[in-house]
Nanobody, 122 residues
Framework: QVRLVESGGGLVQAGGSLRLSCAASGTIFSINPMGWYRQAPGKQRELVATITSGGGSTEYADSVKGRFTISRDNAKNTLYLQMNSLKPEDTAVYYC???????????????WGQGTQVTVSS
């Protein structure tokens, strides 16, 4: 019923920047919250950043604070992650997560995107 499509990943040198996008489509009344997670080879998936529906509340992993910025465009149901000062340890598959409310009064359902690879070379 809902599809999340990430884009913007790629290969970048250390110190560079990338901007990830996640577009949600389908039956959507609201999405709260939305977030980015990442999974490096051999490691568990971890939280990178989340943002509430109004954008007024954000949360970041300590490892990305001051370098990454999460934002969203509710009119487009799109989530963004601006990543600056990238480090080799940021290399991972980045996943978009959304808790979607289909209609008012219904419980939210969680969705994941397919992931986008971010590789930072030293």
């Amino acid at each position: 019923q809902v599809r999340l499509v990430e884009s913007g990943g790629g290969l970048v040198q250390a110190g560079g920047s990338l901007r990830l996008s996640c577009a949600a489509s389908g039956t959507i009344f609201s999405i709260n919250p939305m977030g980015w997670y990442r999974q490096a080879p051999g490691k568990q998936r971890e939280l990178v950043a989340t943002i509430t529906s109004g954008g007024g509340s954000t949360e970041y992993a300590d490892s990305v604070k001051g370098r990454f910025t999460i934002s969203r465009d509710n009119a487009k149901n799109t989530l963004y992650l601006q990543m600056n000062s990238l480090k080799p340890e940021d290399t991972a598959v980045y996943y978009c997560n959304a808790k979607v409310i289909y209609y008012p009064g219904t419980s939210p359902a969680a969705y994941w995107g397919q992931g986008t690879q971010v590789t930072v070379s030293s």
